[in-house]
């Protein structure tokens, strides 16, 4: 398998936050790696707007039971992996308030920019504690137990090396801290995956080809039949070294979240 040897310098969007870099090299592990960097660079315009209209807004309900799963306090320091455009990053920092720090990363410069022209548009206070880093979800640029939570929206099932991105997640957050991961739900019921394919052949990739992003979004079919199953997420976080996982599944088994603690 060819590997490409690329630095990533993660550096961050001075949305409000504090300008700083962090230099990390990082070997990606595929050329998937960067055909996923270019697909997320290419619909990042549209991609708030299509989630919106595909899962007629529901997205936000899922997204705010992953942040209020984290556990996530005021105060805290907490971190929004694989961030895009930054959806869980504002839930984050509506949870921590002004006095926690939210960081969003993400290997995706156009969704980082999305995210970084959201946060100038609002003007509550607890938007100003987001820092947005460009860096990659194997090899992240923080401390050992620098994090009191972590959210993954839709991010691990389209990250490379899974099992590297579970061990950082772990290294990076705080003993007794949790991990709160949501997606789409690779269902053992042959129903619900029925349904699921219906929808993404019959309604989101005909949508998308509206936008000329069918390959975009039949990507994403490929994604969630390459997934882990709930069970099998579980047994991932327990290899990583968590100490408890439990994957539930919601909306009718369509998407499901894992909720791991250190
Ligand atoms: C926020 C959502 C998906 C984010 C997302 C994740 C990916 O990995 C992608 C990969 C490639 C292109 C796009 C994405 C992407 O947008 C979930 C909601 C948006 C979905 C696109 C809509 C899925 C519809 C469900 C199959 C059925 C929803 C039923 C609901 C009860 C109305
Ligand atoms: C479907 S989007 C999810 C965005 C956001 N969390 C949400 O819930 O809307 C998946 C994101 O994961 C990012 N991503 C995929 N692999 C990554 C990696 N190895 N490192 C960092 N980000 C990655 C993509 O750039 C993309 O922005």
């Given at each position: 398998?060819a590997?490409?040897l690329?630095?990533?310098?993660?550096?961050?969007?001075?949305?409000?936050?504090?300008?700083?870099?962090?230099?990390?090299?990082?070997?990606?592990?595929s050329?998937s790696?960067?055909?996923?960097?270019t697909?997320?660079?290419r619909?990042?315009?549209?991609?708030?707007?299509?989630n919106?209209?595909?899962?007629?807004?529901?997205?936000?309900i899922?997204k705010?039971?992953?942040?209020?799963?984290?556990?996530?306090?005021?105060?805290?320091?907490?971190?929004?992996?694989?961030?895009?455009s930054?959806?869980?990053?504002?839930?984050?920092?509506?949870?921590?308030?002004?006095?926690?720090?939210?960081?969003?990363?993400?290997?995706?410069?156009?969704?980082?920019a999305?995210?970084?022209?959201?946060?100038?548009?609002?003007?509550?206070?607890?938007?100003k504690?987001?820092e947005w880093i460009e860096?990659?979800?194997?090899?992240?640029p923080?401390?050992d137990?620098?994090?009191?939570?972590?959210?993954?929206?839709?991010?691990?099932?389209?990250?490379?090396d899974?099992d590297?991105?579970?061990?950082?997640?772990?290294?990076?957050?705080k003993?007794?801290?949790?991990?709160?991961?949501?997606?789409?739900?690779?269902?053992?019921q042959?129903?619900?995956?029925?349904?699921?394919?219906?929808?993404?052949?019959?309604?989101?990739?005909?949508?998308a080809?509206?936008?000329?992003?069918?390959?975009?979004?039949?990507?994403?079919?490929y994604?969630?039949?390459?997934y882990l199953?709930g069970?099998e997420?579980?047994a991932?976080?327990?290899?990583?070294g968590f100490s408890?996982?439990?994957?539930?599944?919601?909306?009718?088994?369509?998407?499901?979240?894992?909720?791991?603690v250190?």
């Open positions: 398998m590997s490409l690329g630095i990533v310098f993660p550096v961050t969007f001075p949305g409000q936050g504090q300008l700083h870099s962090r230099r990390r090299s990082v070997v990606k592990s050329s790696s960067d055909e996923r960097q697909l997320f660079n619909i990042a315009p549209v991609y708030d707007n299509l919106d209209l595909l899962s007629l807004g529901q997205h936000r899922w705010n039971m992953a942040v209020s799963w984290s556990g996530a306090r005021t105060g805290d320091k907490v971190l929004d992996l694989c961030c895009g930054g959806d869980l990053a504002f839930l984050f920092s509506e949870k921590v308030g002004p006095s926690g720090k939210v960081m969003g990363l993400d290997f995706s410069s156009e969704q980082l999305v995210a970084a022209s959201r946060q100038k548009l609002r003007v509550r206070s607890c938007y504690c987001i860096g990659d979800a194997t090899d992240l923080f401390d137990c620098e994090f009191d939570a972590i959210t993954m929206g839709y991010g691990l099932r389209n990250v490379v899974r590297r991105a579970m061990r950082e997640v772990y290294r990076v957050l003993p007794g801290s949790r991990v709160s991961i949501l997606d789409f739900n690779k269902s053992n042959s129903v619900t995956t029925f349904m699921q394919d219906w929808m993404i052949d019959n309604v989101v990739i005909p949508v080809t509206l936008y000329d992003l069918a390959k975009e979004y039949e990507y994403l079919k994604s969630i039949n390459g199953t069970e997420l579980e991932l976080a327990s290899e990583a408890s996982a439990r994957h539930y599944e919601i909306s009718g088994g369509f998407m499901g979240n894992l909720v791991a250190r």
